[in-house]
């Protein structure tokens, strides 16, 4: 599966992103589309993620009040909105998919990354 990252960019702190994730000729029936970030000098971390109906939305402690993950079936996206975006989050964010059943942090495919850079 092929995925699409895009919306990434310099914001400053206390400002917002939202970045998109899209899978173009391709349709999830199962699974999930995660987001995980790689933040200079750091292992890579799940961020969020949103089961392949949209009905099952779970983040990671730092997301959790701030991002917003959910799926516009009509287009075949996957949004992850960022609000009172921090230094800290300063990364490459990816989006990955499952189109099986399997573990809530287990992903097949992922996308190219898109840079996030958060000024203070």
């Known amino acids: 599966v092929q995925l699409q990252a895009s919306g990434g960019g310099v914001v400053q702190a206390g400002g917002s992103l939202t970045l998109s994730c899209t899978t173009p000729?391709?349709?999830?029936?199962?699974?999930?589309t995660g987001w995980f970030r790689r933040a200079p000098g750091r292992e890579r971390e799940f961020v969020a993620a949103?089961?392949?109906?949209?009905?099952?939305?779970y983040y990671a402690d730092s997301a959790k009040g701030r991002f917003t993950v959910f799926r516009e079936h009509a287009n075949n996206t996957v949004y992850l909105i960022m609000n009172n975006l921090r230094p800290e989050d300063t990364a490459v964010y990816y989006c990955?998919?499952?189109?099986?059943?399997?573990?809530?942090?287990?992903?097949?495919?992922w996308g190219q990354g898109t840079l996030v850079t958060v000024s203070s």
């Open positions: 990955a998919v499952r189109d099986r059943v399997a573990g809530k942090y287990e992903f097949d495919d």
């Open positions: 000729g391709y349709t999830l029936t199962t699974g999930a």
């Open positions: 949103t089961s392949w109906s949209d009905t099952s939305r």
